[in-house]
């Protein structure tokens, strides 16, 4: 009896191996592996490199000068106070210009909705900064602030700090 049940033991110990050396001999069904791609590690880029890149575009500064004229970013003539039509075109210019170069906002292409936003909500938001002097008119402000939402800029600042008088 003893002797039959060290046979029946045996014998069940060997099927067990075939069907174990078979199972772990199979090849892995492609739909059961799971492949990771990992991308690449940022570099970061010096300011030279961004300051190349197309997308690339600082803030617009318009300053309100004590005679009335408007500036943008210190160099660029965009009209006066009491007629900021320059100022419009130069800032639907510029948005439109960012629009063509595709200035997408950081991290929107990895948006699953990326497809459905329409070019105005890929590109990205620059600030516009209103600066003028405290001698100016708020009124005169005002209409430059109004000047600026119709040429497309939004966000807009007020520079409140290191004002000329």
Not at 7 to 15: G, K, N, P, Q, Y
Not at 40 to 49: F, N, S, Y
Request: proline share 8%; hydrophobic share 45%; with cysteine.
């Amino acid at each position: 009896m003893r002797f039959l049940a060290r046979r029946s033991t045996a014998i069940l110990t060997f099927a067990v191996g075939i069907v174990a050396v078979w199972y772990f001999q199979q090849p892995i069904a492609p739909s059961s592996r799971f492949l990771v791609q990992l991308p690449p590690a940022p570099v970061p880029l010096t300011p030279e490199q961004i300051a190349a890149l197309p997308n690339f575009c600082g803030n617009f500064v318009v300053s309100i000068e004590t005679n009335g004229s408007l500036k943008m970013n210190e160099a660029v003539d965009v009209g006066s106070v009491e007629d900021p039509s320059k100022l419009i075109v130069q800032l639907r210019e510029m948005f439109q210009e960012r629009m063509r170069n595709r200035a997408y906002a950081e991290g929107i292409t990895e948006r699953p909705d990326f497809a459905k936003l329409s070019e105005e909500e890929r590109t990205a938001k620059v600030q516009v900064t209103i600066r003028a002097p405290r001698s100016v008119a708020y009124a005169d402000v005002m209409r430059v602030i109004d000047a600026a939402k119709g040429g497309g800029a939004s966000p807009i600042f007020l520079q409140v700090d290191d004002l000329p008088q």
